[in-house]
């Protein structure tokens, strides 16, 4: 880490990672948007965007000042032009990647995580977590106002996410025109009262994760691609939670039959649904993995040493398969340390689930254990419903969706804590109940 001097003792990281192109580039190169309305054009973003500079002159208060003499707040990627919230030059970042085949439930998952860990971790935690970039973030908020602050009886749903759109920015590189995925980015601080809060210089991290379409991952050639390389955040992921559905798997569905009446395991019986993939989900498994080695330049047998985490989704469907009310007990529990109370994430809960739900998932897809586990070093099953509840049809327009009142989720930060716990040695204490 090295002292800016532009901003007295705020202290940079010696590279910055671009959390949308994945340039590496150290802190002094970044550039500035200009605050003065008349200085518009970029030759990278189009004419409508501001313009982008490399400082020569900064206000007492650590700011660079524009052409114009006004004092700027916006900073952008040498190489790409698009804006990085500025916690990217102060706390690294942590890369994580959502995965998974069309309809398997990726953008409620993000939607339904997000807004449970920004109300658990400062309560429970001593954890701030809050948008690095509202603006960036803009998307998230819609999904969580949608599946949590809907009218009590109005019925609602997270649309499918699209291949194009307002989810994706345009840069132009001479001739060639490439198409970047909207990152979405969280600042992760110990707070006042955290037991490690001494080391919060070295604790601090960005989580950028990032909502792809499902199609995004398919094995075809238009999936992803020079021009278009919205899956290449899989290169920088220290962790990669691949969402696997059960439901979309007809060994599954069967079974579900028994217990459940969600609407998707009758139509997956008959000609399918938009939503859903002919495409098997170890086929997309398969295709991530050949991303990732490639972006990573593995050879053929050497194992991913990030964190693999396989959220096993839509579980209010599917728990009758598995035999244990674990998922009825909270998986953080209080200890005492140093006569202060803290939280800390049950790893023996989190332990004894994923042997329960890889015994599941062996006994029903035994081929997608074994490639998950000869993928990554290191492979944890866990079990999710984002909405608690299945999905209800209207009887008037035939539109699916949820009722915020009723939406209960199950387990839903777990994943994500368990991530946190991992990659961030300190901020999230982990550890079996007896210690
Ligand atoms: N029963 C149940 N259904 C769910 C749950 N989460 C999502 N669903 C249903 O699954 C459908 C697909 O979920 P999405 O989150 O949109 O799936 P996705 O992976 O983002 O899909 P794409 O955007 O197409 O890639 C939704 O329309 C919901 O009806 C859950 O926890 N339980
Ligand atoms: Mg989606």
Redesign the pocket.
Known sequence: MSESPARGKRYLLDEVICPHCWTSFPPEDILWIAESPALTGDIKLGESERERFLPTEYNPRGFAVDALGQECRGCACPHCHLSIPTSFLEAPTVFMSII??????????LASSTWFLRKLLPKRFNVIFTDADPQMNRRIQEYEALQFLGEEDQLV??N??EEQGDLYNSVQFDDQVVVYPQPFVFSVTPAKDHPNRKKSARLAKTVCLY?????SYLPTHTADSFSFPVTRHLGKSQCVFF?FDPIQDARFRSACREFSN?P?LAELNGQGDN?VSPIRQEAVFAETVKRIRAARRMYAHDRYDGLLVVVV?????WRGLLPTNELDKDPVSTGVYNYQEYSFLRTDSIERVSARVRAMLMKRTPEFVSDAESFAKEVVYIP????????ETDPETQR?GFRSKDVK?IWIVAPMLYALSRLTQGLVPAHAKEK
Request: aromatic share 6%.
């Open positions: 998974g085949a069309p309809g398997s439930g990726k953008s409620y998952y749903e997270i499918k996410t909502d792809n379409a499902g199609e969402l969600d998707q939503r989704t839509k579980c209010d469907v999710v419903s984002a909405t608690g509840v299945s999905p699916r989720p």
